[in-house]
């Protein structure tokens, strides 16, 4: 590890994930409570939350491919420019008073946007600059520092959102992507021969038959996709209502997300140290430690029970981030990553939108308790159907042996 935070090029692409993964976290609170003072209904939640996932799905393939042939870090620098300035515009409208449901939608779909290119770019950008040995401890340290980042920064929207409102807290996101603008400026990537960029449809299809051609890919992005609709969308939708209405507010939401976060340092820490010989066994079966969150929930557990059974989610979070991000960045040729990651991305969070839409009317029909309680059984039952994919149990940790993709 001492080696890779010495290295410049690493230590200021460290530091542009970093500061987007510390505005992302405080968006969270943000936006929700922001809508629900706002007078929204838990439909209305669900939409605003949908308005910024749903150009991740459109747009992410586009973004991989983008991410493949231009500069990876030129796609992130201008993805941060365009956050900056629709989550400052956002706080103005907060502080001002002058926002309206339709202002927060509208803009969180901007940053949405500029998401789906700046992270395929971003998980690219690691093969640019991170000698391969060295790739599962860089993810390590990055997505631990976005689980500290998880860690602080929703207590401290929390604490801004009760206090002085949430357009303060947009103000603070705005202030992370320049930050991470000013990083990406100063990074410099090592040079290496350019490709061909072929046109952009032949681009997408390349990448398509690759990600066809690798069924552990396919089996660990149909998990995430599952997964997202039918357990996380409804846990982020009708969560904070819970908070909201019966455990105390956004002070109490936050604590239980510090649960997770403090499970996903632990998980990221577990990450640096752990080398599984076939590392997509683990990847795909620790989600069955979602399931007591969403049981829990569902039966309105106290604030400090609930926050307990986050960590074992936030651990599941983190090393399925590390293991299925180092497996794709090994077994994926290094022009592809960019791509793979797409694909990866759009078809993960594909049902994310659907079940932010859908979470609330759900809710409203059979009630919030079944919602959960499906979502719980279904995070079990992702697992043995992962498993059954033969190239999931047999994926090795190290390139060049043989991955049994066509199996």
């Given at each position: 590890?001492?080696?890779?935070?010495?290295?410049?090029?690493?230590?200021?692409?460290?530091?542009?994930?970093?500061?987007?993964?510390?505005?992302?976290?405080?968006?969270?609170?943000?936006?929700?409570?922001?809508?629900?003072?706002?007078?929204?209904?838990p439909t209305e939640v669900g939409l605003v939350l949908l308005a910024g996932r749903l150009p991740v799905v459109v747009l992410t393939i586009a973004g991989g491919v983008v991410g493949d042939l231009l500069s990876r870090r030129a796609v992130m620098l201008t993805a941060d420019v365009v956050r900056c300035?629709?989550?400052?515009l956002t706080a103005a409208l907060l502080i001002t008073d002058t926002a309206a449901l339709w202002h927060l939608a509208a803009l969180q779909a901007v940053a949405g946007a500029a998401n789906a290119f700046f992270a395929p770019a971003a998980a690219g950008l690691v093969a640019d600059v991170v000698p391969e040995a060295q790739r599962r401890q860089a993810n390590a340290l990055v997505n631990g520092a976005q689980n500290a980042a998880i860690l602080v920064a929703p207590a401290v929207s929390a604490a801004l959102v009760a206090t002085v409102g949430a357009g303060v807290s947009f103000a603070v996101d705005a202030a992370t992507f320049a930050i991470s603008a000013v990083a990406l400026v100063t990074l410099k990537v090592p040079d290496k021969p350019m490709p061909a960029r072929p046109a952009l449809f032949d681009a997408i299809r390349h990448g398509w038959r690759d990600f066809r051609a690798r069924p552990w890919l396919q089996a660990t992005t149909v998990q995430v996709a599952v997964i997202n609709g039918v357990c996380i969308s409804p846990f982020l939708v009708l969560g904070p209502i819970i908070a909201e209405q019966r455990l105390g507010g956004p002070l109490a939401w936050a604590f239980i997300g510090n649960g997770f976060a403090v499970g996903a340092l632990l998980g990221s820490a577990l990450a640096l140290r752990w080398r599984p010989r076939h590392p997509l066994r683990v990847a795909v079966t620790i989600p069955v430690a979602l399931a007591p969150l969403l049981v829990l929930l569902a039966h309105g557990?106290?604030?400090?029970?609930?926050?307990?059974?986050a960590l074992p989610a936030g651990v599941q979070s983190a090393l399925y981030a590390v293991l299925t991000d180092t497996a794709r960045q090994v077994h994926v040729p290094a022009d592809l990553v960019a791509r793979a990651t797409g694909f990866s991305t759009v078809v993960g969070l594909a049902a994310a939108p659907l079940g932010m839409a859908l979470a609330g009317p759900a809710a409203e029909r059979v009630g919030t308790h079944t919602v959960l309680l499906a979502g719980a059984?279904?995070?079990v039952l992702s697992a043995p159907a992962a498993?059954?994919?033969r190239s999931v149990r047999r994926l090795p940790a190290e390139a060049g042996v043989k991955t049994l993709d066509k199996a």
């Open positions: 590890m001492i080696p890779l935070l010495r290295d410049p090029a690493f230590r200021r692409y460290f530091l542009a994930r970093t500061s987007s993964h510390l505005g992302d976290g405080l968006i969270s609170i943000a936006l929700l409570f922001g809508a629900l003072r706002l007078g929204a209904s300035a629709s989550q400052g557990a106290p604030v400090p029970v609930l926050a307990a059974a059984l279904v995070a498993l059954a994919v």
